[in-house]
């Protein structure tokens, strides 16, 4: 009962109009806790707050390159991230799977909210993951450089100082296996970037055919046209 009456609390708080009021009124009128769970506004906010959990749960994840972190993009006014980072940490299997991030783009305009959580599979990992120093591991690495621009001119002055010393002190705070963070947009892209998220893992060189397929000799002589064409006179 009481697990439940936290829910019914917590839900007001959830919604996109953030009525914490609602709560508050609940708590202070109520004798029981079953009082909270036939509270009328509480009841219709946990109802709300699950139907926008259930509408951004089937969001597809993308991959940091490294395969540690998988990223979930939403557009929500609710604050649901949270709930489904943690949903989603208790599904996900991956031996490389480090971190479940969840990121709500529709929260705040102009800024990403996002929520990290340790997956399940991971729990037992030695050592053990620690979110907030992988963040800023990510966020302290250097672009990566197109291959394909061959400028001689450096980035803007602005990326010239490392991301994480641009984020502040809402970037990757909380719990080191629950761990978030409210960041402008264009630096949340920068951090994917950063991360290489959704680039496949990258080929090592001079790796071996696949087993059972030979490389094909395009000097060889023998084709199917040497057997069926015709024979010159």
């Known amino acids: 009962m009481f697990g439940g009456a936290v829910s019914y609390v917590n839900a ?5 109009t953030y009525d914490v009021s609602s709560a508050f009124d609940a708590l202070l009128s109520a004798e029981h806790p079953k009082d909270v769970l036939k509270h009328s506004r509480l009841l219709a906010a946990r109802q709300e707050v699950n139907a926008e959990v259930e509408r951004c749960t089937h969001t597809a994840p993308r991959f940091s390159q490294d395969g540690k972190v998988a990223v979930f993009k939403i557009k929500s006014e609710a604050q649901v991230h949270p709930v489904i980072a ?24 102009g800024k990403v909210n996002f929520s990290c959580r340790v997956p399940r599979c991971a729990k037992a990992r030695d050592p053990s993951v620690d979110i907030i120093q992988s ?14 621009d061959d400028t001689d001119g450096g980035l ?18 909380g719990h080191v296996q629950a761990s978030g963070g409210i960041v402008d947009v ?16 990258e080929k090592k060189q001079g790796a071996s055919p696949q087993k ?22």
């Open 212 to 233: 059972g397929k030979k490389p094909i000799d395009a000097g060889q002589s023998n084709k199917l046209t040497s057997y069926f064409g015709k024979k010159s006179a």
């Open 86 to 109: 943690t949903r989603w940490a208790g599904h996900l299997q991956s031996k490389a799977l480090e971190i479940v991030m969840v990121a709500n783009e529709g929260y705040l305009p």
């Open 12 to 16: 007001p708080r959830r919604t996109a």
């Open 156 to 173: 803007p002055d602005q990326h010239e100082i490392p991301l994480l010393e641009r984020l502040g002190d809402d970037f990757a705070r």
């Open 186 to 201: 264009d630096q949340f892209e920068e951090l994917m970037r950063l991360m290489r998220v959704g680039e496949k893992k």
């Open 135 to 148: 963040l800023k591991a990510y966020a302290s690495l250097k672009p990566v450089k197109d291959e394909d």
